[in-house]
């Protein structure tokens, strides 16, 4: 390991310390959520759905406003409060009494998570600096799929011997790490202050681009198949198939161990093969995913169909995010990021919303060739529309 390496190594590790708390915790509840939520509302697809994507429509809302205040305030202040809003709302969630209640927590939630992950992200792509970006958001991607599957796998026996409230109140602790690491040891990345105003959009035209909406596209999808996994499969397993609760933490523990997973191997290989080659790909794995999970009904296919799921996303997905770095600078980061997470996010509220409808409306297999084709759409869009971004960096160093 040379220095060049070991000054990497300790300007990301922060990052991962704060970045593995916070998924550690989410990844206690990430099983559990749906079926909490349905104590509130009833065993409905779409009540459910509904009341869980108010996560998503906030996060995606305030994504804008998150890389304003960002570019403005830092990246230290703004992922600080937003882990302090995100342990705040699951203490919230822990001592819930109504679905007003939870509706609230899963607002405030939201909130937190805006401002953390845009912070988090931004951050991590100035401390790697050009040569790495693709690294540095596989590392990012993989530490929270890791600590995603640590949490998941712990899931299961801690609900099994407490209940599901003390595993809400456990994961609450983790998130208040979180914040603490933030707070003390994470230092900021933002070379120069920037007199940034509240939604102000210079600079943003030189960002739209064909790149920029294939980038978008790759992660709202994203986020919205692994949402719908969240909302849709824990309900698809117990009620459509029959398939005992304690299951369920199994299909966890591969979708976040396998996204992790090809994170890490996306980075290395995007940022020598380039940006388009593992974004299609990835995005043609996700496809193959829903097509197996349609046509196999069996315990052995659903585990399958997740692995796939989660080498499909963890593939595709950094490297749509080092196509937002690559196409923007210091200067217009945040906000490039801030609008990338906009579209993003919506997955997170589109996820749960849409297979509510669908699923209600037309049945659940009709949800899984909707995303069949999406996926199959955005995997053409990455290979035949967009220019590769990756030579910019290369020709920019000369």
Known sequence: MNEEDR?????????????SSMFIGYGLIQPLLSLYTSEFVGTSYLLV??????????????????????????RKRLSSLGAVSMAASLLVVTVARSSLHLGAAFVLFGLGQAFFFLALMTAIVEAAGAGRRALALGLYEAVNGFSLLIGTYLSGPL????????????????????????????RETMANKVDARLLDLGGLRGIVSKEYFVAMVG??????????????????????????AGFLPTLFVVMSGSTAFASFVSGFVSDRVGRKPPMAAGLLVTAMSYALLLLFKTKTMLVVSTLALGLGGGFFHPVASAIVADISSEETRGKAFGFYRLIRDLGTFAGPAVSGVVSSLLGVESLFVLNIGLNLIAALLAWFVIDETLSRIQVSKL
Do not use: Q, W
């Open 7 to 19: 000054v990497f190594i300790g300007r990301v590790a922060r990052y991962a310390a704060a970045l």
């Open 49 to 74: 759905g509904a009341l869980m994507s108010t996560i998503g429509l906030v996060k995606a809302s305030m994504g804008p406003v998150s890389g304003f205040l960002s570019d403005r305030y830092g």
């Open 159 to 186: 609900t099994e011997a407490l209940g599901m409230r003390p595993v809400f109140g456990l994961a609450t602790a983790f998130m208040f790490l979180s914040s603490t690491i933030c707070v003390f040891l994470l």
């Open 219 to 244: 992660g709202f999808l994203f986020m919205y198949t692994h949402n719908i996994f969240t909302a849709v499969i824990p309900l698809y397993t117990t009620l459509t198939m029959g398939i005992p």
